[in-house]
């Protein structure tokens, strides 16, 4: 089973820039793909940017030219760069991986911007 442990979140002002990074269990080889999903009280649960082994991304339109995604495919590592941050940025961020069919998530990291 693959265990994700996210940190960074916190507490930023509008305008301001923070970093999430989410480590899958390093025994897995494979893991694809990886990204951010976030959750907003009383919203579901949505994508934020995904990226696969070979880097590929997806983003929401909603962070375009905002956030940037990249992994270290040897550490099973997935970031998430977010500048620019909005107080719609607000939510609880969830790492997301997929290994050999099956998805797995982080605990979640909460990201609150506000003034």
């Known amino acids: 089973q693959v265990q994700l442990v996210e940190s960074g979140g916190g507490l930023v002002q509008p305008g301001e820039s923070l970093s999430l990074a989410c480590a899958a269990s390093a025994r897995f080889f494979g893991i694809d793909p990886m990204g951010w999903y976030r959750q907003a009280p009383g919203n579901e649960r949505e994508l934020v940017a995904i990226?696969?082994?070979?880097?590929?991304?997806r983003y929401a339109d909603s962070v375009k030219d905002r956030f940037t995604i990249s992994r270290d495919n040897a550490k099973n590592t997935v970031f998430l760069q977010m500048n620019s941050l909005k107080v719609e940025d607000t939510a609880v961020y969830y790492c997301?991986?997929?290994?050999?069919?099956?998805?797995?998530w982080g605990q979640g990291t909460r990201v609150t911007v506000s003034s």
């Open positions: 990226i696969g082994i070979g880097g590929t991304t």
């Open positions: 997301y991986c997929g290994y050999q069919g099956r998805a797995y």
